[in-house]
């Protein structure tokens, strides 16, 4: 079996699109040392699943200024000369968008962020992706945008989703463990959403299983409208932006891997009893308790 603290999942995010936004900034630590943090979001236009979707990509980018041995650091300085490299569509003039750069990121990785609610305690968790690499395309002739993810790992759990009035949408919900450096697990929520895939998860994926997937990136927001009626006079026609942060799965293996390729299940669950532990020191920077845990669901804890 693969030995966890030793093989990293296979993480690979690649993004073509328009440079919509980018904030560069060199600051220091408080003991002096110089860094540089970038905040770049790409405009992605793209189709999943046969429907067009408008998405925009943010990627955080991050260099300290120094090498461990006190030499220059590459990445840094490249990281600086984006501002100057590129134009994103916020500094282009109104009526001339086309200035704005198209960028191409290759090497991408996904990443969970975790935080503490202070209201309930709880941590909540989501997807972020990070890279510190951002060209521009060798060819614009042929430039296809679009915003994908190739990974390997472990099944947590799979469950069908619901909308806000508990009726089920037809996705599953599929909680994945993304093993990065050192033994460290990330728990990633996928969802796969076409019936085609639905129904071959549901049938060839087990949770513990190790599978190989990829998908597309969907990272957009949508107006909801609604009418509230009145007991008399005219309704009232409320709005709301909806922001929706999704990987879609798209493909991945015809079942979980051989022994050879695969995690073990003790060592995950070890490997999430760390994550657990790392959550509980949020949770007391925090100064927050978190509420009492359900009954576990699953081998895994979920």
């Given at each position: 079996m693969l030995n966890i603290k030793e093989r990293e999942s296979t993480n690979v995010v690649e993004i073509a699109g328009i440079l919509k936004d980018l904030n560069v900034e060199e600051k220091q630590t408080t003991d002096g040392r110089g860094y540089v943090s970038c905040q770049a979001t790409v405009k992605v236009d793209q189709e999943i699943n046969g429907k067009a979707v408008e998405c925009e990509i943010p990627v955080r980018m991050f260099?300290?200024?120094?090498?461990k041995d006190g030499g220059a650091n590459k990445i840094y300085q490249n990281i600086v000369k984006y501002k100057d490299q590129f134009t994103s569509l916020a500094a282009c003039?109104?009526?001339?968008?086309?200035?704005?750069?198209?960028?191409?990121?290759n090497a991408g990785r996904l990443e969970?962020?975790?935080?503490?609610d202070p209201n309930s305690g709880e941590e909540r968790?989501?997807?972020?992706?990070?890279?510190n690499f951002m060209n521009a395309p060798r060819n614009t002739s042929d430039f296809t945008e679009g915003a994908t993810f190739e990974l390997s790992g472990i099944i947590l759990t799979k469950t069908n989703e619901v909308d806000g009035n508990g009726d089920d949408t037809g996705r599953l919900k599929v909680k994945f463990g993304v093993v990065r450096y050192g033994g460290r697990l990330d728990v990633i929520d996928l969802i796969a959403e076409s019936a085609n895939a639905v129904n071959f998860i549901e049938q060839n994926w087990s949770e513990g299983d190790t599978v190989n997937?990829?998908?597309?990136?969907?990272i957009n927001q949508s107006t909801?409208?609604?009418?509230?009626e009145q007991g008399f006079g005219e309704p009232i026609v409320r709005t709301k932006t909806v922001s929706r942060k999704e990987l879609i799965i798209l493909g991945g293996s015809a079942s979980g891997l051989e022994e050879d390729y695969s995690y073990d299940n003790d060592a995950v669950k070890q490997a999430l009893d760390e994550r657990k532990v790392r959550i509980e020191e949020l949770k007391q920077k925090a100064n927050v308790k978190g509420k009492t845990q359900a009954p576990k669901q699953n081998g895994f804890g979920f």
């Amino acid at each position: 079996m693969l030995n966890i603290k030793e093989r990293e999942s296979t993480n690979v995010v690649e993004i073509a699109g328009i440079l919509k936004d980018l904030n560069v900034e060199e600051k220091q630590t408080t003991d002096g040392r110089g860094y540089v943090s970038c905040q770049a979001t790409v405009k992605v236009d793209q189709e999943i699943n046969g429907k067009a979707v408008e998405c925009e990509i943010p990627v955080r980018m991050f260099s300290m200024a120094l090498k461990k041995d006190g030499g220059a650091n590459k990445i840094y300085q490249n990281i600086v000369k984006y501002k100057d490299q590129f134009t994103s569509l916020a500094a282009c003039p109104e009526n001339q968008p086309e200035l704005a750069s198209k960028v191409i990121i290759n090497a991408g990785r996904l990443e969970e962020n975790i935080w503490i609610d202070p209201n309930s305690g709880e941590e909540r968790s989501t997807f972020q992706i990070s890279t510190n690499f951002m060209n521009a395309p060798r060819n614009t002739s042929d430039f296809t945008e679009g915003a994908t993810f190739e990974l390997s790992g472990i099944i947590l759990t799979k469950t069908n989703e619901v909308d806000g009035n508990g009726d089920d949408t037809g996705r599953l919900k599929v909680k994945f463990g993304v093993v990065r450096y050192g033994g460290r697990l990330d728990v990633i929520d996928l969802i796969a959403e076409s019936a085609n895939a639905v129904n071959f998860i549901e049938q060839n994926w087990s949770e513990g299983d190790t599978v190989n997937l990829n998908g597309a990136i969907s990272i957009n927001q949508s107006t909801k409208t609604w009418t509230e009626e009145q007991g008399f006079g005219e309704p009232i026609v409320r709005t709301k932006t909806v922001s929706r942060k999704e990987l879609i799965i798209l493909g991945g293996s015809a079942s979980g891997l051989e022994e050879d390729y695969s995690y073990d299940n003790d060592a995950v669950k070890q490997a999430l009893d760390e994550r657990k532990v790392r959550i509980e020191e949020l949770k007391q920077k925090a100064n927050v308790k978190g509420k009492t845990q359900a009954p576990k669901q699953n081998g895994f804890g979920f």
